[in-house]
Each structure stands twice: as C-alpha cells, then as structure tokens.
C-alpha cells in the first residue's frame, strides 16, 4: 500500500502540474486587478461541465473495477488480447489496491449511497445520478457473481471451458458498462424509463420547487376549473 502511494506520487508530472497552477495563480491575479466577468463567467461554466463529466465517469471507476478484479484473472490465459485491451497500466495498479484491499466495493457503497446520495453530496444531479448507477451496477455484480460461481461449479468442470464462461459473463458486463461512460460523457440521462424511475426515487426532490423528471411543468400545473 505505501508502495503505491509512493509510487503514484512519484510518477506524476511536476512540469505540468507547476504550469497549471502558475496559469490558475496568473489568472486570478489578472482577474482582481482587471476585474473581468464575461470570461470569468465561461472559466468557471466550462470547468463545472468539466467537473461534472469527469466524476460523472469516476463514478463508474470502482464498478468497473471489482469487475475486472472478477473475471480478467479466469480470462487472462486464454484471452490476453482482451486483458490488455480493457486493463491499462493504470486500471492495473488500481486492481492491484482493490486485491490489498478486498472491502473496497462495501466502502464505495457506503460511501456513495450512505453518505454521497442521501445527503445530496455534490448538488449536481447527473453525478448523484451516475454514483447511484454505479451503486446498483456493483450490488447486483455481487448477486450475479454468486449465480456464476455456482452455476459453473455444477454444469463447468473444465478450467478452459470456466475461462469462456467467465468471458461471456465479462463481456455481459462491459455491454453494461460501456453506454454507462457514454452517458456520463455526453451528460445525458438513462432512456430506459424503469430504470431512471428507479434511480430518481433514491435521488429525492432538489427543493420545493423540484418537476419529476418525466413530467412537465405543464402538466404539474394546476387545471382552471371550467366556467
């Protein structure tokens, strides 16, 4: 573990982060002096979109995660280009904190339910939206894992004929996993009526004033009685 710190630490780019800073530093200084609003105003719209969209896909990070951790090692044999394809370097190591630290999924479930959705942490809803997607992605991976385990533990007594189930079960979940980061890129919803309606109930209302998702302000509004 303090390996991987260490090593995390050490591998980041000092250069670029440097110049970042002094451009934020060098900003804000010609910000206080000019007091510009127009660009000032797009500054801080273009890195909430940017912000949104980003842990909108974070949000999916942990899930994907305790996926890989599943089902790459009973594939890694027979189909390395595949390992390769969805285990970068980076989701690499990430694996190998979720092996070091194997409750991580109850962690990211306590903390992405318990804490970040019931408690409307951050305010912007497509991210609560996606952290609640990711919450229901990795409970019912716990639930289909255990199905798999004992279905190949009765029907599959073959270790290759396990790697290809374990591949169909795989790609199963990428198939998933793949319109969820599209969506959080792009900044759309689900259009699957049932699951949005089943999401949103976790959400709540945003104020008093909140219109359900699938309504209209016109038809919350309330009917002129007939003269």
């Known amino acids: 573990m303090i390996s991987f710190l260490k090593d995390t630490l050490f591998g980041m780019y000092w250069t670029e982060i440097w110049?970042?800073?002094?451009?934020?530093?060098?900003?804000?200084?010609?910000?206080?002096?000019?007091?510009?609003?127009?660009?000032?105003?797009?500054?801080?719209?273009?890195?909430?979109?940017?912000?949104?969209?980003?842990?909108?896909?974070?949000?999916?990070?942990?899930?994907?995660?305790?996926?890989?951790?599943?089902?790459?090692?009973?594939?890694?044999?027979?189909?390395?280009?595949?390992?390769?394809?969805?285990?970068?370097?980076?989701?690499?190591?990430?694996?190998?904190?979720?092996?070091?630290?194997?409750?991580?999924?109850?962690?990211?479930?306590?903390?992405?339910?318990?804490?970040?959705?019931?408690?409307?942490?951050?305010?912007?809803?497509?991210?609560?939206?996606?952290?609640?997607?990711?919450v229901i992605i990795i409970s019912f991976q716990g639930i289909l894992h255990e199905v798999f385990l004992s279905l190949t533990k009765i029907f599959v007594l073959s270790p290759d004929d396990i790697s290809e189930a374990a591949l169909f079960a795989f790609i199963f979940w990428i198939l998933i996993f793949i319109p969820c980061f599209v969506r959080a890129l792009s900044g759309q919803y689900d259009s699957n009526s049932f699951m949005r309606e089943a999401i949103e109930v976790h959400l709540g209302r945003d104020g008093p004033d909140f219109i359900w998702w699938d309504r209209t302000r016109k038809d919350q509004a309330p009917k002129k009685p007939k003269s």
């Open 19 to 134: 110049i970042f800073t002094t451009l934020l530093i060098l900003g804000f200084v010609l910000d206080q002096k000019f007091n510009v609003k127009k660009p000032r105003k797009w500054f801080l719209e273009f890195n909430g979109l940017i912000c949104q969209r980003v842990f909108s896909v974070l949000a999916y990070y942990v899930p994907y995660l305790d996926v890989v951790n599943t089902y790459i090692p009973l594939i890694a044999q027979t189909h390395p280009f595949l390992v390769r394809l969805f285990l970068p370097n980076f989701v690499a190591d990430s694996v190998d904190l979720v092996q070091k630290v194997p409750f991580l999924s109850f962690l990211y479930l306590m903390a992405g339910y318990g804490l970040l959705v019931r408690y409307k942490i951050p305010e912007d809803r497509l991210v609560r939206f996606n952290i609640m997607f990711g």
